[in-house]
């Protein structure tokens, strides 16, 4: 039995796990896992490790009004479930439970980072944007890639929003 370990432990690719199985008093001769078995393994577990790095992007961008005019103070937000939003923050109550939001520099840009609360990232969540006389505008934002941080480029994207007055 020590032999046959060894022997496959010389066959099999570094950091693979194998499986015997024997039965006491059995006639049958314990082997190794076939070759596609044995390949998996390393596999499966780089994929767990990309999976408990949470997906996260860099958002930025601007507001502006129905004239194209940037707006200071304006507030953006990513409010939904399966998101949450780091930057410089704010904490404002609306509707009776608080927000985390963003505002706007005097130029009217922002800049956050979207984590996604569910590890990988797939699909889409959404922001919003509001000053004040303004309407709420909402839009839909895409994950560039499950497997983004928002410390590479290519994980970076932009969403400017532009802001109705209200009517009096």
Not at 74 to 88: F, I, K, L, Q
Request: hydrophobic share 40%; charged share 15%; with cysteine.
């Amino acid at each position: 039995m020590r032999a046959m370990l060894r022997r496959l432990g010389r066959t099999l690719p570094a950091g693979s796990a194998i499986l015997i199985l024997a039965a006491c008093g059995s006639a049958s001769t314990p082997t190794g896992p076939a070759e596609g078995v044995a390949a998996t393994k390393p596999a499966a577990a780089a994929t767990d490790a990309a999976a408990a790095v949470p997906a996260s992007i860099t958002v930025r961008g601007t507001v502006v009004d129905s004239s194209n005019r940037r707006l200071a103070n304006a507030t953006v937000e990513c409010p939904g479930d399966d998101v949450s939003c780091a930057g410089p923050l704010s904490q404002v109550t609306a509707e009776g439970h608080g927000h985390r939001v963003t505002t706007t520099g005097a130029d009217g840009s922002y800049e956050i980072v979207a984590t996604s609360r569910s590890g990988g990232a797939t699909g889409r969540f959404l922001m919003n944007a509001n000053g004040r006389g303004y309407q709420v505008e909402w839009q839909q934002v895409a994950w560039p890639d499950p497997a983004c941080t928002s410390d590479q480029a290519r994980c970076a994207i932009t969403v400017n929003f532009s802001l109705t007055p209200v009517a009096d």
